[in-house]
């Protein structure tokens, strides 16, 4: 199986089992996507064979693009206790309350890890593309360097370097 076939049976189950009707689509494709990598690095020699998860041992749940929204973002405390908290709203689970312990612009979140902990612990992870790193690393100059080629010498470059004909 490929990867779409992968995708599209994960949908399908989702259609036709109630208890994954809780998942967002999207998610229910991650899920696809996670197994199909793990297939995959077991084909190439990379990793052991993959093991079936239960339901209660899958502890992550990826969030691409738009199945979550952050709301109420406002500040609590007061000197070094101030912290931000937030809510998150989970398509088809609801509302997390949240502590941010990092600002970042929203739009420039990619995906929304949730982790649950044995301990019963709620983790979320935002994956942030800086769209600026990208666009700094492309314009950063590039030194030319010219080259004056003569009769007496094979090659002079602008950074001085004299390059000598060795036939002569």
Same mark, same amino acid.
């Given at each position: 199986?490929?990867?779409?076939?992968?995708?599209?049976?994960? #949908?399908?189950? /989702?259609? !036709?089992?109630?208890?994954?009707?809780?998942?967002? +689509?999207? =998610?229910?494709? @991650?899920? $696809?996507? &996670?197994?199909?990598?793990?297939?995959?690095?077991?084909?190439?020699? #990379?990793?052991? /064979?993959? !093991?079936?998860?239960?339901?209660?041992?899958?502890? +992550?749940? =990826?969030?691409? @693009?738009? $199945?979550? &929204?952050?709301?109420?973002?406002?500040?609590?405390?007061?000197?070094?206790?101030?912290?931000?908290?937030?809510?998150?709203?989970?398509?088809?689970?609801?509302?997390?309350?949240?502590?941010?312990?990092?600002?970042?612009?929203?739009?420039?979140?990619?995906?929304?890890?949730?982790?649950?902990?044995?301990?019963?612990?709620?983790?979320?992870?935002?994956?942030?593309?800086?769209?600026?790193?990208?666009?700094?690393?492309?314009?950063?100059?590039?030194?030319?360097?010219?080259?004056?080629?003569?009769?007496?010498?094979?090659?002079?470059?602008?950074?001085?370097?004299?390059?000598?004909?060795?036939?002569?």
């Amino acid at each position: 199986m490929n990867k779409t076939e992968l995708r599209q049976l994960a #949908l399908d189950l /989702r259609k !036709r089992s109630p208890e994954f009707q809780a998942l967002h +689509s999207q =998610v229910a494709q @991650q899920v $696809a996507d &996670r197994f199909y990598q793990a297939r995959q690095r077991f084909l190439e020699g #990379l990793a052991n /064979r993959p !093991r079936e998860k239960k339901p209660h041992r899958y502890l +992550s749940l =990826v969030y691409p @693009q738009s $199945a979550w &929204r952050l709301s109420d973002t406002r500040e609590v405390g007061l000197g070094k206790n101030k912290k931000k908290k937030a809510r998150l709203y989970l398509s088809k689970i609801g509302f997390f309350t949240l502590i941010l312990h990092r600002v970042f612009p929203e739009n420039w979140v990619s995906q929304v890890c949730v982790k649950l902990y044995p301990s019963g612990r709620i983790h979320v992870i935002f994956l942030v593309e800086e769209a600026e790193a990208e666009e700094l690393s492309s314009k950063e100059s590039k030194k030319a360097v010219s080259v004056d080629l003569g009769l007496v010498r094979l090659a002079t470059l602008s950074d001085g370097c004299i390059l000598e004909n060795e036939t002569a």
